[in-house]
């Protein structure tokens, strides 16, 4: 394959160009218009072209709030990627998003046993976007998604998707990309961090937040960002958008319009979500770049399609060129800014916002020797850097101060009821197991009593290194208080949590305590139950830790 791009200036240009490229012997074309300039005229009377030029070609329009070509970025420009395939059948169709729409239909019309990826691109302000892609991803699991939400230069009131024939503004317009010889894979690049304290939706619906913490979403903005939210305030909001963790992965949320008592994002949420305002990582973005080159440098791609959000834009301005360039340097590359990212793969399924995701192709295994391209550094705003820094350095050093027992540096009884909350909605949600542990120490009072709490808080600290050192990295220890510890241990059956309790148990009677001369603990076990609320889970480990306390401790009871 290869893609041959464009900025289109007028017909008689573009078909030179056409006749240059010696684009006519193919028979699959993909050509991908990417445009700033929302007029629908303009729009139709260059797809339409496009048509008559290369009938056996499939078009794909979508505005934007900028085009990317190469590692250079444009503002109202229309871009024109025309992407031949010699081993790849190239399938589209645009789908109205109204009552008649079926996703069955695009099984039907797009997707084969050899579909490898499918390019999305929908308007940006109105349809359910996160639905779809969820909806779409469950016709072909291991089918890659790519591509984006239309946008409107930072407008917010109309954008729109088009092919040869028709645009709408309620619509998405999808190719499929089906070959047993097609090599897909694609990424995204955030590095977008929380910061400020965690926060509940206590209301919302759909991708409309209206309030947090109980209280009115406008007042959180007025309180943590210090002005009014109205529809010419939007823009300034981007660099801040929300972000909610999701199974251990950095989802971000940004504002895209206002609504009566509420404000519109990019993406859904749900009533008890748990989300914070995050904030670029301007030290990341703009010296990571090297980083990522040597981690993608082995993907087979011929070309780069690239869909990176306004938001990313607007924090960064011209320093996105980096990150542009990094992947023109694996490939030519061609995309748009948007109003949201489609990304599907083994990771995710999720509508992203603020990040830069990219589809890389090839119809060959063969990797060309590549070297990561310079171009002239940009100055960066040194203030805005400084200020970066000294905001993530602080947060994170508050978020320590305010997770961490002071004394054991193991989480505190906060964290805990933060993530066991975020566990039990994930557990709901996929039907996982996990298991929870309540670890209390055995005759603590006497060793403050004939050694003194000094002692005391030495045994506390020794024991939270031992369970720290001897769990999973990605399982969770905290200190519930005095000399209770409770352990959460993911994907894990009542029968394996007894296991993981003998083994404690062992390594526990085998360490030494000095000055005391012996150091036993009781445990209350009990799994995750279909139904669990925090209390329901909590109770029933807490009674099976008293009741091995009373039948002579130093043993465990399940509850």
């Known amino acids: 394959m290869k893609s041959f791009n464009t900025q289109y200036e007028n017909e008689k240009e573009l078909k030179e160009f056409v006749e240059l490229n010696n684009i006519f012997d193919y028979e699959n074309i993909l050509v991908q218009v990417f445009t700033g300039i929302v007029d629908e005229k303009h729009s139709l009377k260059i797809s339409s072209f496009l048509q008559k030029l290369l009938p056996h070609s499939h078009i794909l329009g979508v505005t934007t709030s900028g085009e990317i070509n190469g590692h250079e970025m444009r503002e109202k420009t229309t871009l024109i990627s025309i992407s031949v395939f010699e081993k790849t059948k190239v399938r589209s169709k645009l789908y109205k998003l109204d009552e008649s729409f079926k996703v069955d239909d695009i099984k039907k019309d797009l997707i084969r046993d050899d579909t490898k990826a499918l390019i999305i691109f929908s308007d940006g302000l109105k349809s359910d976007a996160e639905n779809l892609l969820k909806d779409i991803s469950s016709i072909k699991p291991d089918m890659l998604i790519a591509g984006g939400r239309a946008g409107d230069v930072l407008n917010f ?86 972000i909610i963790e999701k199974d251990g992965v950095f989802v971000a949320r940004s504002l895209a319009g206002v609504v009566d008592e509420g404000l519109t994002f990019s993406g859904n949420f749900e009533e008890g979500d748990m989300l914070r305002f995050s904030i670029g990582n301007m030290e990341a973005i703009t010296s990571e770049t090297a980083k990522h080159f040597r981690g993608y440098e082995q993907i087979p791609a011929q070309s780069i399609f690239i869909y990176s959000c306004i938001a990313r834009k607007v924090l960064l301005g011209d320093k996105l060129e980096d990150e542009m360039n990094m992947l023109n340097s694996l490939a030519p590359s061609v995309g748009f800014f948007t109003y949201g990212e489609y990304f599907h793969s083994d990771k995710i399924v999720e509508l992203l916002n603020v990040t830069t995701t990219f589809l890389a192709l090839s119809e060959t295994p063969q990797i060309k020797e590549r070297k990561l391209k310079h171009i002239e550094k940009q100055d960066c705003d040194i203030a805005k850097k400084v200020l970066t820094h000294l905001v993530l350095v602080t947060t994170e050093e508050l978020e320590n101060i305010s997770s961490h027992d002071p004394l054991t540096k193991a989480h505190n009884r906060a964290a805990y009821l933060n993530t066991i909350g975020l566990k039990l909605k994930s557990a709901k949600r996929y039907k996982e197991s996990f298991g929870i542990m309540l670890i209390d120490i055995d005759h603590f009072k006497l060793v403050n009593d004939n050694y003194g709490h000094t002692v005391g808080d030495d045994i506390l600290k020794k024991l939270a290194v031992v369970l720290k050192n001897n769990m999973r990295e990605d399982d969770f220890v905290a200190r519930w208080g005095g000399e209770e510890f409770v352990v959460i241990a993911n994907y894990m059956d009542a029968k394996n949590l007894e296991k ?33 609320s925090e209390e329901s889970l909590f109770r029933r480990v807490d009674n099976a830790m008293y009741a091995a306390k009373k039948n002579g401790r130093n043993t465990y009871i399940f509850g």
């Open 500 to 532: 993981l309790a003998i083994k404690l148990q062992k390594i526990i009677s085998e360490t030494s305590f000095a000055p005391v001369p012996k150091l036993t603990v009781s445990f209350g076990l009990s799994t995750y139950i279909e139904g669990d």
């Open 157 to 242: 009131k109309k954008t729109y998707v088009f092919d040869s024939q028709e645009h709408s503004e309620e619509a998405c317009i999808i190719a499929s990309l089906s070959s047993d010889e097609l090599i897909a894979n694609s990424d995204y690049l955030l590095n977008w961090v929380p910061v400020g304290k965690d926060m509940i939706v206590t209301k919302a619906k759909g991708n409309i937040l209206y309030e947090i913490d109980n209280t009115p979403i406008r007042e959180i903005y007025i309180k943590y960002l210090g002005s009014d939210v109205s529809e010419d305030t939007i823009g300034q909001y981007l660099d801040f958008p929300f």
